[in-house]
């Protein structure tokens, strides 16, 4: 399907030098056309290193993300999805606000079968926090792995 057919611009930011944006409503995702429009499979992006700031104290909050979808016509292209998650280094908002607010934005855009997405947040204050957002129950028949992530064990 070419780009004309599916009446969709041809990825921003494919073979093209691209800042991080300032913001992640300044972030623009790209899709593209799903090569398996019509399999049933399942697509991990990993983020071990994401940032973020503390809405109350400016500092920096750590997260690994995990995020899981059975496409349908659509796939996000990758490089938009690290640029737009590049652009949460200077955003401040707390960690649920993060997690769940990633995965409805990819989700409501992108219109996969499902979605869900595993905030594990690294502790400050003494305390991990980790959040969990999917887009509904995962259809009928997709495999769906363990997300891979161990629970915190800041003793050993």
């Not at 129950?137 to 495999?143: D, R, T």
Request: aromatic share 12%; net charge neutral.
């Amino acid at each position: 399907m070419t780009d004309q057919q599916n009446s969709k611009p041809a990825p921003k930011f494919l073979g093209q030098q691209s800042a991080t944006p300032a913001s992640p409503e300044e972030a623009v995702l790209d899709y593209v056309a799903n090569p398996r429009t019509g399999e049933l499979y399942l697509t991990r992006f990993a983020a071990p290193e994401f940032t973020s700031l503390c809405p109350v104290t400016a500092q920096p909050d750590f997260a690994h993300l995990v995020i899981d979808y059975a496409p349908d016509k659509t796939i996000v292209e990758s490089k938009s999805l690290k640029l737009f998650l590049g652009a949460f280094r200077n955003h401040a908002a707390f960690h649920e606000d993060c997690t769940v607010g990633i995965g409805k934005r990819l989700f409501d855009e992108m219109k996969p079968k499902w979605l869900r997405i595993g905030g594990y947040w690294y502790p400050r204050g003494g305390i991990p926090i980790d959040v969990f957002w999917q887009s509904g129950e995962p259809p009928k028949g997709l495999w769906l792995p363990d997300q891979g992530v161990a629970p915190y064990r800041g003793r050993g």
